[in-house]
């Protein structure tokens, strides 16, 4: 049966521009040197290559994709960080009035990934510069799925030349780290062929339809009379710019909480 609620979901997203995967890609590069510590703006600001002060006192220059939207408006490039927050890839939580960007798990998984790889470019590079004596001291405490993903990365290559760089690296890292860097020096030595896979790392397949689902309403049951209801795209879009949870009850058991409140006092 072609029901209405389909037509109405196509409508929907040929209304709003889905942006494209590069786009979130790099979008999600920029919010990773800034997350927790900024909002919309300054998001914005490093995809413009902005000079502020403060940006630059933080180093977000460094990031892979400052001025990535160099040609676009701060208004323009704030339009697509929206987009980012309405399509679940980045989240605001408020610490008081300031609105502060994290990651979803959707965008972290995506994040994860792809700052992995940045990670083995820099090694590629080096590798071929020769350059075995680097300080790997930047390798401790980033988060552990991550630096877990990029050990496996590195399993993956099948390249012998990058274990002087991890045995380096072993020196320095805790008990786990150093369990997993051996495992994957061995893979290297014993040229193993087969993926490694390494005790608590996260599932890296990122699909590119991760990126590209087209946004829909979402099914919600409701706490209270357990009916599920439709959270539309336009209350996710309004939900989420305040930073709020997904609603957890329907609108007749929100109008009943209401009335009962309401009369009661
Ligand atoms: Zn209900």
Redesign the pocket.
Known sequence: MASSNNRRKLAQTELEPHLKEEEIRNILHAADSLVSLGGRTMLAKILKGSRDKKLLELGLDNNVAYGYYRSLTIEQITERVDWMIKNDFLELEYRGDMPILYFTDKGWTIQRDQAAGLLLQQWKRWVQEGIAEADMSYLKDRNRGMILIFLQKIAATCDDRFIPLLERWELIDYQKVKKAIRQVVMHLKNKETSPLLLEDAPQADVSTELLLQPRSSERIK?W????R?DWTVEEQDIFRMRGWEPPK??A??REERRKLRDSDW
Do not use: L, P, T
């Open positions: 409701c209270e009379c357990g009916d209801f009850r329907c007749s058991c």
